[in-house]
């Protein structure tokens, strides 16, 4: 469910929404807690066309900031990381 959330808010946001690719996974350790053995929760990577990477992170990191907060409330608790990367860092 959070891919597809994800992956309809970046679409309407980019002038290339056939180059979004949203891909989800769970993280064994997250970055903070790993030494102490907690789950690390989903990681969500959205790919998108190089010329929409400034569209989706928004000034200032704005428009990134909003799509996370839209996540980490649609998680329900769980935690949730979502990292953009362009096409050209495959």
Request: aromatic fraction near 2%; hydrophobic fraction near 35%.
């Amino acid at each position: 469910m959070l891919t597809e959330a994800v992956e309809h808010l970046v679409k309407g946001i980019v002038e290339h929404p056939e180059d979004v690719h949203v891909r989800s996974r769970e993280q064994r350790y997250g970055a903070r807690d790993g030494a102490r053995g907690r789950p690390g929760g989903r990681l969500i990577e959205v790919r998108v066309h190089p010329e929409d990477l400034g569209r989706v992170i928004g000034r200032g990191g704005r428009t990134a900031t909003a799509i996370r907060t839209v996540v980490t409330a649609l998680g329900e608790g769980a935690p949730v990381r979502v990292d953009f990367v362009d096409l050209t860092g495959r």
